[in-house]
């Protein structure tokens, strides 16, 4: 029985290591594969959020720091990005937009974390009318809402759109001119 118990253990650990190799060649692979890809140096693909990053205002929980964004293997022929931050759960269902930002410099490969927007770029209205980021604040006991986090890779120039654009008129405005766009979703509730 001792011997069966060992060896039911040691085929297991070499299913984890084998299932964690295959893991890293997929991950290698879709990096090496040249599409554009948005990620976060904060939080995985699905995850949930850390509390700085919802909003201070209305008993929130939060300190409002924007997400920090970063992404690879934008088109030679990118002139500029935007980036978006929509909650389909929010208003029932209705959707609530959290941060637009466009007009990013297409030399512009990363947004940290709370910082100032890149120079030159346009921000977009959000949900409190204003432009800037607005973190997430679900109401109390909701399950926890979705965070589509978009970054689009544009052939506009980084001064081609009017200021003060919200994500409809934004998205009209980048339609034909989209070279590739990449997502990610987090989560979050309180």
């Not at 060992?6 to 599409?35: H, N, P, Q």
């Not at 140096?41 to 929130?60: E, F, G, I, K, Y």
């Not at 941060?99 to 100032?116: F, H, Q, V």
């Not at 890149?118 to 949900?127: H, M």
Request: hydrophobic share 40%.
């Amino acid at each position: 029985m001792k011997n069966d118990q060992s060896s039911t253990c040691r085929a297991k650990r070499l299913l984890r290591v084998a299932a964690l190799s295959v893991g890293c060649l997929l991950t290698v692979t879709a990096r090496a594969d040249g599409r554009f890809t948005l990620s976060s140096p904060s939080v995985a693909d699905n995850a949930t959020l850390d509390s700085r990053h919802a909003a201070s205002a209305q008993d929130c929980g939060g300190k409002n720091v924007s997400l920090p964004l970063a992404w690879s293997n934008a088109p030679t022929d990118t002139k500029s990005f935007a980036v978006t931050i929509y909650d389909p759960d929010g208003a029932r269902g209705l959707g609530i937009v959290h941060w637009i930002l466009y007009g990013i410099p297409a030399a512009t490969t990363a947004l940290g974390e709370g910082g100032p927007p890149p120079a030159g770029s346009i921000g977009g209205i959000n949900r409190t009318g204003k432009d800037g980021y607005y973190g997430p604040c679900p109401p109390h006991g909701d399950a926890p809402h979705h965070y589509v986090v978009q970054a689009y890779a544009l052939d506009l120039a980084d001064n081609a759109l009017p200021a003060a654009l919200d994500r409809d008129a934004l998205i009209a405005a980048m339609k034909g001119h989209v070279l590739a766009s990449s997502s990610m979703v987090v989560r979050y509730a309180r």
